[in-house]
């Protein structure tokens, strides 16, 4: 079962900056999850709210500031105790210092609440640039996007992400549109939902997985991988089984 890093190590490092991702390899995670947007001058930023303000000290949208703007805002707001500053990461400085680390990289494509333009081709493109597609899968609350990403990285593995509510029949619908992963709210995982995706040779990525108790559950069941705010914890517990 994979250790999948959420935002890199966001429990304990600012979520989606360098810090973090660097702490998820150091910790022994086997794959990173982030979140990509485009900017105002097109380019493609790895942040994972669509509004700022929340964990990275700035105002207003991400569509609506250029990088130069967006560089200059500190993304370490969540933890003033550990670092001055953390900037907002491009993608393709990501890809650049990934494709030298022994990991994979679950891309979350960000366009369910504003779809950019063009966010697949941009973000197809730097994965190409770096040869990383071997080591490259996308997610997405938008399955439309998801699609658009099988027609240009076939070779790339894709996730539907659900709500926490889950999905009836989900094995059918993933195996339907060429999706090889189902990727949960842990809590909504049902036994239905298990068996379907069992049936339809579906893998089960679960968010998000913080709590031993769970964790347990999850290698029980036979999930894929779990994506969780503390890999060092997940990586010393599988490494005990």
């Not at 990991?103 to 063009?118: A, P, Q, R």
């Not at 997405?140 to 926490?164: D, T, W, Y």
């Amino acid at each position: 079962m994979k250790v999948i890093a959420h935002r890199g190590y966001s429990g304990k490092y600012p979520e989606n900056t360098m810090l973090a991702f660097e702490k998820a390899v150091e910790a022994g995670c086997d794959e990173i999850e982030l979140d990509v947007h485009i900017t105002k001058d097109g380019q493609v930023v790895v942040c994972h709210d669509e509004i700022l303000g929340r964990a990275v000290d700035g105002a207003g949208a991400v569509k609506d500031h250029t990088y130069d703007e967006l560089r200059r805002m500190n993304a370490a707001k969540l933890f003033p105790q550990l670092t001055e500053f953390e900037r907002i990461p491009l993608f393709d400085e990501y890809c650049a210092w990934a494709a030298g680390q022994p990991i994979s990289t679950n891309v979350e494509l960000k366009t369910g609440f504003y779809y950019y333009e063009d966010i697949e081709e941009k973000t197809a493109e730097i994965v190409k640039k770096y040869g990383l597609q071997e080591r490259m899968m996308f997610s997405s609350f938008n399955h439309v996007s998801l699609l658009r990403m099988k027609q240009l990285l076939p070779e790339c593995g894709c996730g539907a992400l659900i709500s926490r509510f889950g999905m009836g029949n989900a094995g059918y619908y993933c195996s339907r549109y060429g999706f090889e992963y189902y990727h949960p709210d842990y809590a909504g995982v049902t036994d239905e939902i298990l068996e379907s995706c069992r049936q339809y040779g579906i893998q089960i990525n679960a968010w998000t997985v913080n709590d031993m108790e769970e964790l347990s559950r999850a290698y029980e069941r036979g999930y894929a991988g779990v994506i969780t705010n503390e890999p060092l914890a997940c990586r010393e517990w599988l490494d005990k089984r």
